[in-house]
């Protein structure tokens, strides 16, 4: 009786090899009853993730940098985002300036992308 071989690729980073099936179905079946002796409960309360001091200095308002990409001249630095509309309102278009968001996690100012740029530029004259 000829034997049906298959391609065994559950390895151990050797590569894949070729074993018989019968020996293949065998490690498969000691390795499911392995599994379900392993199997354990454990319950445990959820521990409510701590929430963050506030701090009263902490200032909610975003700042911005702005910056003329032909002069390289510095419209506003550190404005609020009034300020930062209004500025804008002296530019041609939304492409002739960098805007920069102070991000105080990093700890540096992050450019914005064209979208966020745009987005602020539709407040402008309001």
């Known amino acids: 009786m000829a034997k049906a071989w298959v391609l ?5 980073g050797t590569g ?4 018989p ?15 379900r002796e392993r199997i354990s409960v454990i319950r ?13 200095e902490r200032d909610d308002q975003r700042k ?3 910056v003329n990409v032909l002069t390289r001249e510095v419209l506003g630095d550190g404005v609020g985002p009034r300020e930062a509309v ?7 278009s939304v492409v002739d300036v960098r805007v920069y968001v102070w991000e105080p996690e990093l700890e540096d100012w992050r450019a914005l992308s064209l ?12």
Do not use: H, I, S, Y
Not at 16 to 19: C, D, F, K, Q, T
């Open 8 to 12: 065994d690729t559950d390895t151990k």
């Open 64 to 66: 911005f940098k702005l």
């Open 44 to 56: 445990r309360t959820p521990v409510p993730p701590e929430k963050p001091a506030e701090d009263p």
């Open 115 to 126: 979208r966020e740029k745009k987005l602020m530029w539709e407040f402008r004259g309001r």
């Open 86 to 92: 209004d500025l804008l309102e002296g530019v041609r």
């Open 16 to 19: 894949a090899e070729m074993v």
């Open 21 to 35: 099936l019968e020996k293949l179905e065998r490690q498969r079946q000691r390795q499911r009853g392995r599994d």
